[in-house]
């Protein structure tokens, strides 16, 4: 009884890092990070049109270098991150998380104010009105989440004219309402449990932290246990766990919400909080001194530093085949189902396939010449080549022989220049010029 009079009579001597207020400030950040992700294109994947966009480009699935390189930077991204500050992702930037904690939030809000204005009425008038105003509002809020989360499938600006129209009878429609009712009954009933129960990215953290990972560490400094068991870290906690039973409880997200509620009650009896973040098995502090500023970065072993160059090495990879790629892609391949053709009026000719893909968003074309080839007409029923945005044109080009040069194996070049971009390229290709005429 004595230790909760002090609690509630001491001055607050000291603030602590107020993880709380950096998280929620992290929140905001992430939400339109989440928001703003596929309608500029920087990481969507667009399954009825088979495309995967990532920082603006189109990709198809063709583009092997860059999916690749995508994928391995994003893997390594992740087990970097979860093996240098353990859990950081599920507090600070998760979507489920941040929705969670602002649905419960937005849930005692409306509680109490329903509590206060209305205070006239009977309780249980009080809590049904209460719910009734949560559920209406958190469905509103639930059809726009799962806008959000299908325009990471879809083009988002296609499914806001279908939503505007209530489209809820084509198969866009209908996976817009699944999702709705799904975001719904999450946010309403499961939220947080979704990250102990469900979440297969919380297990795979879990393995893929190690002895040097950032966790939270409950620690009493002293001999003397300083702890006044007023379990406010308890209360606080949206996982459910008390931190002082261990720092490697599997539900513990490292969000640092009790190191806040801890701080704030030792500040009172004018004494340090007794939870922290620590890295690893040993618990050494992250503001501990004499640590250099790598290490207080998580850099501490040899592991990580090899997990750093991995990351460099797919990022560069990536940048490298992102600044190599051209927005439309020329190809090139003799059509060898007969060694020469025989043109109308009797001239021997060989024909080449074309294949012009425009992965921008503007309508281009490429124009073909010969170049080293004396003797040899280029034909073509289309030249340029014109490509609409995002589609792929195929064509035939016809050379043809002009007078008789000499049977065997000539040597030439198409020599390609694409509208926009201004880019060129060459393809060495051979005319075959038969003994006789092909019959
Ligand atoms: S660890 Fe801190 S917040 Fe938790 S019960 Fe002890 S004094 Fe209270
Ligand atoms: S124990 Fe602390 S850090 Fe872990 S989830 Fe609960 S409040 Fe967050």
Not at 28 to 53: E, G, K, T
Not at 140 to 162: A, G, H, N
Not at 411 to 434: E, K, V
């Amino acid at each position: 009884m004595a230790g909760r009079d002090a609690v509630a009579s001491a001055p607050l001597v000291q603030i602590g890092q107020n993880y709380h207020r950096l998280r929620k400030r992290i929140h905001w950040v992430f939400f339109a990070v989440f928001l703003i992700l596929p309608f500029f294109n920087i990481i969507r994947c667009d399954i009825p049109n088979q495309r995967f966009y990532f920082a603006g480009q189109e990709l198809r699935i063709n583009e092997f270098s860059i999916l690749f390189f995508t994928m391995m930077f994003l893997m390594f991204v992740i087990a970097g991150v979860s093996l240098v500050w353990g859990r950081v992702y599920c507090s600070y930037a998760c979507p489920q998380m941040i929705f969670s904690e602002f649905s419960l939030y937005m849930e005692e809000r409306i509680k109490k104010l329903v509590n206060k204005k209305l205070i006239q009425l009977p309780a249980a008038r009080r809590i049904l009105l209460a719910r009734l105003i949560f559920y209406s509002l958190l469905l509103v809020l639930s059809v726009f989440l799962s806008f959000i989360f299908i325009s990471y499938f879809v083009d988002p600006w296609d499914l806001l004219k279908r939503l505007s129209h209530f489209d809820i009878v084509t198969a866009g429609g209908i996976a817009g309402a699944v999702t709705t009712i799904f975001t719904f009954l999450d946010f309403a009933f499961v939220r947080v449990r979704f990250c102990t129960l469900l979440c297969p990215y919380g297990y795979l953290q879990g393995m893929m932290s190690d002895r040097n990972s950032l966790l939270v560490h409950y620690r009493e400094e002293g001999p003397k246990k300083e702890c006044i068991e007023c379990k406010k870290c308890v209360r606080i906690c949206h996982m459910g766990i008390d931190i002082r039973n261990s720092p490697f409880q599997i539900e513990c997200i490292h969000c640092g919400e009790c190191i806040d509620a801890c701080d704030d009650i030792m500040a009172r009896l004018g004494k340090p909080g007794l939870i922290h973040y620590a890295w690893g098995e040993q618990g050494v502090k992250t503001d501990a001194p004499g640590q250099t500023w790598y290490q207080k970065l998580g850099i501490r072993d040899a592991k990580r530093v090899v997990i750093l160059l991995v990351l460099g090495f797919y990022g560069s990879g990536l940048f490298t085949a992102l600044s190599m790629r051209e927005n439309i892609m020329v190809r090139v391949s003799p059509d060898r189902s007969k060694l020469s053709f025989e043109t109308a009026d009797g001239q021997v000719s060989n024909r080449y396939k074309i294949e012009v893909a425009n992965r921008s968003n503007k309508p281009g074309s490429v124009t073909f010449v010969l170049d080293g080839a004396p003797g040899l007409k280029l034909v073509a029923a289309q030249n340029p080549v014109p490509v609409q945005a995002g589609e792929t044109s195929q064509t035939v080009l016809e050379v043809v022989a002009m007078g008789a040069p000499q049977p065997g194996v000539h040597h030439f070049r198409f020599l390609s220049s694409t509208i926009p971009d201004g880019s060129s390229a060459q393809f060495p290709m051979t005319f075959i010029m038969p003994e006789k005429k092909n019959k």
